[in-house]
């Protein structure tokens, strides 16, 4: 029988190579991604064929519905001026987006408008004959817990969150910038407070604004 033994010399001086240069051709792309930047826009439509209550509570894709999926990420370099454009989109089709817009002059100044929203339902539906959820005025029927079951009316709980905000910072002297931000958060929907049975409770109104603001001076060492 013969053996045949076979060197891989020119395979190690291969990998050798690349061990020596990857870092520096991945430096390249980093440099060439500030220089010249890329976009990506993602869009399609998917949809679910029955409800999904539990895994649909915080994605807003809960019902049995088509959706559109949109997602883009755009971002502009004007070599003249040195200024940056850039678009983010996250989730348009659905009650769970985010936008976000940017113009920055390299080095000089900088502002950024976003938009969120988020939902999040109960997995369940409660039916009831309890009046006036959703508002501050709830009264309860005669002999409730004893009331057939349902025969009330149907109600979906969850909140619905909505924030804009705004950023904005200037470069005052070398290394010492100003960062201002403002923003304004709103919040609406019902929740369940028990009281004492299952039959017998209080939806708990949410409707209420935050707004924030504030800024600072930073030194870059």
Do not use: C, H
Not at 200 to 206: C, E, N, R
């Amino acid at each position: 029988m013969t053996k045949t033994k076979l060197v891989l010399t020119p395979t190690i001086l291969a990998a050798s190579l690349m061990a020596a240069y990857g870092s520096a051709w991945s430096a390249d792309d980093a440099v060439n991604e500030l220089i010249k930047p890329s976009s990506s826009v993602s869009i399609g439509i998917g949809g679910w064929d029955g409800d999904r209550a539990k895994l649909g509570a915080f994605d807003a894709m809960r019902k049995k519905d088509a959706y559109l999926m949109l997602d883009a990420d755009v971002r502009m370099r004007d070599d003249a001026t040195g200024t940056w454009t850039n678009l983010s989109i996250s989730n348009l089709g659905t009650k769970n987006r985010e936008i976000r817009g940017e113009y920055v002059q390299q080095g000089g100044y900088g502002v950024a408008l976003e938009y969120l929203e988020f939902q999040s339902k109960a997995p369940y539906t409660i039916n009831t004959r309890q009046l006036g959820i959703g508002t501050n005025a709830q009264t309860t029927g005669a002999n409730i817990p004893n009331t057939a079951i349902g025969s009330g009316s149907n109600y979906q709980f969850g909140t619905d969150r909505d924030k804009l905000g705004f950023s904005f910072f200037k470069n005052l002297i070398e290394s010492f910038d100003l960062n201002i931000k403002v923003s304004s958060e709103n919040k609406k929907g019902n929740r369940i407070t028990a009281n004492g049975t299952p039959a017998l409770f209080v939806a708990d109104l949410i409707d209420w604004t935050t707004t924030q603001g504030g800024g600072e001076l930073g030194l870059q060492e």
